[in-house]
T-cell receptor
Framework: GAVVSQHPSWVICKSGTSVKIECRSL??????MFWYRQFPKQSLMLMATSNEGSKATYEQGVEKDKFLINHASLTLSTLTVTSAHPEDSSFYIC??????????????FGEGSRLTVL | AQSVTQLGSHVSVSEGALVLLRCNYS??????LFWYVQYPNQGLQLLLK??????LVKGINGFEAEFKKSETSFHLTKPSAHMSDAAEYFC??????????????FGRGTQLTVWP
């Protein structure tokens, strides 16, 4: 099956710094990628939808200046948490739509990235 | 608008017992339906999906689900639970439309505990 890889899996940073998380589709071209945030014991909250070569579409209530998303190629999307604060600590998961599964809307998920802001 | 309701945030069963995780959805168009499993600190793995055709869908690890349009349900079952099935399970729905293809709406999740 299609593989989506996220890096880093774990990151700890100081308050005020910026952190970049990468999401790569390893064996297919992803026309669309999605970024989710998951709080402990809760469901996934869609943050934004990114299409290759265009600006990301953010969900209501998500600060686009805080969470910068770039989808510069068909295999890579990045999420940058700018000036991170402890309340940004969370589990971030990306997913990719593409390949033969794009007809049915099946998403392939990355392994997730746990961000801890001290 | 799409929405998903998972009844029961926690389900506990004994090893070997039937697993039943409930999912109801609302959709203004024929939906695509998915069940995902998540192990601690990991991403989501697809268990099974319904798009069109046969309403009883078989997935990995012995799980299956039946799409019942009249009941707007897509319950997940497994005849005999195994200890390794303990995880968080998410039901999701998406519209099969081009502009929103891939945009998933998730239920709140059900934590499955399997007792020895």
């Amino acid at each position: 099956g299609a593989v989506v890889s996220q890096h880093p899996s774990w990151v700890i940073c100081k308050s005020g710094t910026s952190v970049k998380i990468e999401c790569r589709s390893l064996d297919f071209q992803a026309t669309t990628m999605f970024w989710y945030r998951q709080f402990p014991k809760q469901s996934l909250m869609l943050m934004a939808t990114s299409n290759e070569g265009s600006k990301a579409t953010y969900e209501q209530g998500v600060e686009k200046d805080k969470f910068l998303i770039n989808h510069a190629s068909l295999t890579l999307s990045t999420l940058t948490v700018t000036s991170a604060h402890p309340e940004d600590s969370s589990f971030y998961i990306c997913s990719a739509l593409g390949g033969g599964a794009s007809v049915t809307g099946e998403l392939f998920f990355g392994e997730g990235s746990r961000l801890t802001v001290l | 608008a799409q929405s998903v309701t998972q009844l029961g945030s926690h389900v506990s069963v004994s090893e070997g017992a039937l697993v039943l995780l409930r999912c109801n959805y609302s959709s203004s168009v024929p939906p695509y339906l998915f069940w995902y499993v998540q192990y601690p600190n990991q991403g989501l793995q697809l268990l099974l999906k319904y798009t069109t055709g046969a309403t009883l869908v078989k997935g990995i690890n012995g799980f299956e689900a039946e799409f019942k349009k009249s009941e707007t349900s897509f319950h997940l079952t497994k005849p005999s639970a195994h200890m390794s099935d303990a995880a968080e399970y998410f039901c999701a729905v998406s519209e099969n439309r081009g502009s929103t293809l891939g945009r998933l709406y998730f239920g709140r999740g059900t934590q499955l505990t399997v007792w020895p």
